[in-house]
């Protein structure tokens, strides 16, 4: 387990290129735009068979 630790470590500090501060915060908002995009789909698409189910069900009910 310590061994692996360590070899994990050694691999971030040597063989990982670490983005920039603005390359970091650039792909943050990136991320947070899509995230909010995706959440608003998802909604939307929900709402839709919602309004949908409510009215087959009350078709049924009639």
């Known amino acids: ?30 991320v947070a735009v899509f995230s909010v995009l995706l959440a608003l789909a998802v909604w939307g698409v929900d709402s839709v068979f919602s309004r949908i189910i409510g009215i087959y069900f009350q078709w049924i009910k009639s």
């Open 1 to 30: 387990m310590v061994k692996y630790i360590t070899d994990s470590y050694n691999e971030l500090k040597n063989h990982v290129t670490w983005p920039t501060w603005s390359e970091a915060q650039k792909l943050t908002v990136v």
